[in-house]
């Protein structure tokens, strides 16, 4: 199946700092899609972004499919930022649209 | 707009019980998912579904099943809990191939 690489592994930022977080798969994709879980465990949502670019407020997001990559950029971090960031891909082989999770960037925000 | 619903949020089983995980979707989506997360680790898939009356395996099927005779309706079984099954456990639901799946909060389980 396809693998999923998540770097870095943990993070810590001061507050109102920027990062990019990287995402790598092994095969081409027909789903990719980003999450926050939060201190209380919840998966929130954040970009379904199989290919090209969108953005959302401080966060934006870039897949470049063709070279199996995808980036997360938090601008202007904050405290309400800190959590796990998943990225999550769904390949051609197997149907069922199933998901491969990522180990998972932790993130800190500190004052 | 309720999304993805998961029953119980919290359990705890003593090893050689079972239950049943409840999931219900109410955005008509044909696909839906059982995974379950360990501590300090992503996400992986037990079982799926690609429509009523089908389903397949993931990547741990071992101590579960499934069944899924309404859209909407997608339970995870337990049979004879074991410690190994102490988790935290997300239904998830999608449309169809290549499109954005939702989660539920999640049902956090230990087995004592």
């Known amino acids: 199946g396809i693998q999923v690489e998540q770097s870095p592994p943990d993070l810590i930022l001061q507050e109102g700092a920027n990062s990019t977080l990287r995402c790598n798969f092994s095969?081409?994709?027909?789903?990719l899609q980003w999450f926050h879980q939060n201190p209380w465990g919840q998966l929130i949502n954040l970009f379904y972004?199989?290919?090209g670019t969108k953005q959302n407020g401080r966060l934006s997001a870039t897949t470049v499919a063709t070279e199996r990559y995808s980036l997360l950029y938090i601008s202007s971090s904050q405290t309400t930022d800190s959590g796990v960031y998943f990225c999550?891909?769904?390949?051609?082989?197997?149907?069922?649209?199933?998901?491969?999770f990522g180990t998972g960037t932790q993130l800190k925000v500190e004052l | 707009n309720a999304g993805v619903t998961q029953t119980p949020k919290f359990r705890i089983l003593k090893i050689g019980q079972s239950m049943t995980l409840q999931c219900t979707q109410d955005?008509?989506?044909?696909?839906m998912y059982w995974y379950r997360q360990d501590p300090g680790m992503g996400l992986k898939l037990i079982y799926y579904?690609?429509?009523?009356?089908?389903?397949d395996k993931g990547e741990v099927p071992n101590g579960y099943n499934v069944s899924r005779s309404t859209t909407e309706d997608f339970p995870l079984r337990l049979e004879l809990a074991a410690p190994s099954q102490t988790s935290v456990y997300f239904c998830?639901?999608?449309?169809?191939?290549?499109?954005?799946?939702?989660f539920g909060q999640g049902t956090r389980l230990t087995v004592v």
């Open positions: 998830a639901s999608s449309n169809r191939v290549g499109t954005e799946a939702f």
């Open positions: 095969d081409s994709v027909n789903n």
């Open positions: 972004i199989p290919s």
């Open positions: 999550a891909v769904g390949g051609w082989a197997g149907g069922g649209n199933k998901l491969t």
């Open positions: 955005m008509n989506h044909n696909y």
């Open positions: 579904s690609v429509g009523a009356g089908i389903t």
